[in-house]
């Protein structure tokens, strides 16, 4: 089976700070893909990142950064220097790569950035 | 960047009634989804669609639940007699590719609330 966590539910930063979003996924898949996506207050999902399971290497891209563990099942998502418009929920997904179109997404984390 | 648009934004409906809801995909995209998101849990796929068949759903698309793609624009879900737990936020997505080798483009979603 394929199941993707989010440990925390909720995140609390003052703007500046950073902030590091855990998700930590199973499959028994050798061969997948993973997503984050964010959920701003407008409702929409919003892409971010989609990394295959066979490149470990970590993203960075701006003030956003991912760093993938495949020994931990981690994929873990880092916000440099918070801003008040990062405040949203954000979403980790997991796919297989063939045979099914069923992305499994994680709880979510909701990031509250303060001024 | 092209958009996904979803219609109505927000719909109420009583207990047992039919619901349509309506969405436009990427125009150049083949395949397209709807996924469900109940207040503050996690989002859920419900149905992916290609070629004009459903080409995979899940245990929560009962026969209660029906999709179509009556011309070459739209994309819509039918909720033959809605229940009470089918109040969620209903997102449309669309994708170029399939077999979760693409990242999903999705609206901004219709809030359905079943009174």
């Known amino acids: 089976a394929q199941k993707v966590t989010q440990a925390q539910t909720e995140i609390s930063v003052v703007e500046k700070e950073d902030v590091t979003l855990d998700c930590v996924y199973e499959t028994r898949d050798t061969t997948y893909y993973l997503f984050w996506y964010k959920q701003p207050p407008s409702g929409e999902l919003v892409f971010l990142i989609r990394r295959n399971s066979f490149d470990e290497q970590n993203e960075i891209s701006g003030r956003y950064s991912w760093n993938f563990q495949k020994s931990t099942s981690s994929f873990n998502f880092t916000i440099t220097a918070s801003q008040v418009v990062d405040s949203a929920v954000y979403f980790c997904?997991?796919?297989?790569?063939?045979?099914?179109?069923?992305?499994?997404f994680g709880t979510g984390t909701r990031l509250k950035v303060l001024a | 960047e092209p958009e996904v648009t979803q219609t109505p934004s927000h719909q109420v409906t009583q207990m047992g009634q039919e619901v349509i809801l309506r969405c436009v995909p990427i125009s150049n995209h083949l395949y397209f989804y709807w996924y469900r998101q109940i207040l503050g849990q996690k989002v859920e796929f419900l149905v992916s669609f290609y070629n004009n068949e459903i080409s995979e759903k899940s245990e929560i698309f009962d026969d209660q639940f029906s999709v179509e793609r009556p011309d070459g624009s739209n994309f819509t879900l039918k909720i033959r007699s809605t229940k009470l737990e089918d109040s969620a936020m209903y997102f449309c997505a669309s994708s170029e590719g399939g077999w979760g080798n693409e990242k999903l483009f999705f609206g901004s979603g219709t809030q359905l609330s079943v009174l």
């Open positions: 997904a997991l796919i297989r790569t063939s045979g099914t179109y069923k992305y499994i």
